[in-house]
């Protein structure tokens, strides 16, 4: 009979673990938030100004 070999991972390398995919996920994070302020989003040139007046009359 062969005995199976079950190394368990101690709690300072699981931890280890943790931390390192955490800032992992904040690199990204940021580097995702930088490239979304490089991309140029279309934004209205003109201001609308609407007249509201009539609707508050009827109120």
Same mark, same amino acid.
């Given at each position: 009979? $062969?005995?199976? !070999?079950?190394? $368990?991972?101690?709690?300072?390398?699981? @931890?280890?673990?943790?931390?390192?995919? &955490? &800032?992992?996920? @904040? @690199?990204?994070?940021?580097?995702?938030?930088?490239?979304?302020?490089?991309?140029?989003? %279309?934004? %209205? $040139?003109?201001? !609308?100004? @609407?007249?509201?007046?009539?609707?508050?009359?009827? &109120?």
């Amino acid at each position: 009979m $062969q005995l199976k !070999y079950n190394r $368990q991972s101690s709690l300072g390398s699981s @931890i280890l673990k943790i931390i390192i995919r &955490l &800032l992992i996920a @904040i @690199i990204i994070f940021i580097v995702a938030v930088f490239l979304i302020e490089k991309i140029d989003f %279309p934004n %209205p $040139q003109k201001k !609308y100004n @609407i007249d509201i007046s009539n609707d508050i009359k009827k &109120l």
